[in-house]
């Protein structure tokens, strides 16, 4: 599942093994998907390589689950993922849009995302896409707790 190798190639260099995989039998397990997909609240995004159809990222939008004040205007981006050999061309930025158009048509006025605060990169990214950070939580994954930081785009 491309959920759970890019979850592996995002964060094995600093998760140990048990957690990791811990964390994918439970988050990133076909039948995590499978409740996101039957959520009429939730939607899921698949990016593909032309020709093959080899998923290399995706993106799930969600009802919001986070420890900030929330209001019926709000969704959170639960999920956002890219192979590493496909950064920077484009892809990310193509994925919140289209969360973003999809958040709008539901009448949602700010998209919510968690982002582990060592991730500078997405965190730039969230920045340049128009997020403030607007709080924090902590993050279990197995064993481990990690601290994350919340931002909020205004759609």
């Known amino acids: ?8 190639e995002s964060y094995a260099h600093f998760i140990g093994v048990a957690d990791m995989l811990a964390h994918n039998r439970t988050k990133n397990s076909e039948g995590a998907y499978q409740v996101f997909a039957a959520d009429p609240g939730s939607a899921l995004w698949i990016a593909e390589l032309p020709g093959t159809k080899a998923p290399v990222g995706y993106a799930l939008l969600t009802p919001p689950d986070l420890p900030i004040a929330v209001d019926d205007g709000d969704i959170e981006l639960r999920r956002i993922y890219i ?29 919510l995302i968690g982002v582990y605060s060592g991730n500078e990169g997405a ?5 340049r896409m128009g997020g403030v ?16 930081l919340v931002f909020a785009l205004n759609l």
Do not use: N, P
Request: proline residues 0%; glycine residues 16%.
């Open 1 to 8: 599942m491309v959920g759970a190798a890019i979850f592996l």
């Open 83 to 111: 192979l590493s050999k496909w950064h920077g061309g484009g892809l990310g930025r193509r994925l919140i849009e289209a969360t973003i158009d999809h958040a709008r048509t539901l009448g949602k006025r700010r998209l």
């Open 123 to 127: 965190i730039g990214f969230y920045r």
């Open 133 to 148: 950070q607007i709080g924090t939580r902590r993050f279990q994954v197995g064993e481990s707790v990690f601290d994350d």
